[in-house]
């Protein structure tokens, strides 16, 4: 499966964002899909899972009850909707795909890898 991560931008302190990540190939509803986050000068870090019909759910504690994740298996696409931003949520945002038997919570658990988008938060 290819993946192609958008909705990055310039936003202040407070905004909101929704990020997409669409999917190619006919076996997304099949994918676990998880959003990592990778800031300068730091390891890519788990944000966000949601399992393959989107009945359960995943976050950081350091994006809980701001940050929703959701997923159209119709259109092959999984989102991320990014409210009261921080300037520390500034980092390129990757959507991944998760076939394997590992945890969600690490990135080498995951097979497929879309090229990000980045996500500046202005104080």
């Known amino acids: 499966v290819q993946l192609q991560a958008s909705g990055g931008g310039l936003v202040q302190a407070g905004d909101s964002l929704r990020l997409s990540c669409a999917a190619s190939?006919?076996?997304?509803?099949?994918?676990?899909m998880g959003w990592f986050r990778q800031a300068p000068g730091k390891d890519r870090e788990f944000v966000s899972h949601?399992?393959?019909?989107?009945?359960?759910?995943y976050y950081a504690d350091s994006v809980k009850g701001r940050f929703t994740v959701s997923r159209d298996n119709a259109k092959n696409t999984v989102y991320l909707r990014m409210n009261s931003l921080k300037p520390e949520d500034t980092a390129v945002y990757y959507c991944a795909a998760h076939s394997s038997s590992g945890s969600y919570y690490y990135p080498a658990n995951y097979n497929y890898w879309g090229q990000g988008t980045l996500v500046t938060v202005s104080s």
């Open positions: 949601i399992s393959w019909n989107g009945g359960s759910t």
């Open positions: 190939g006919r076996t997304f509803s099949s994918y676990r």
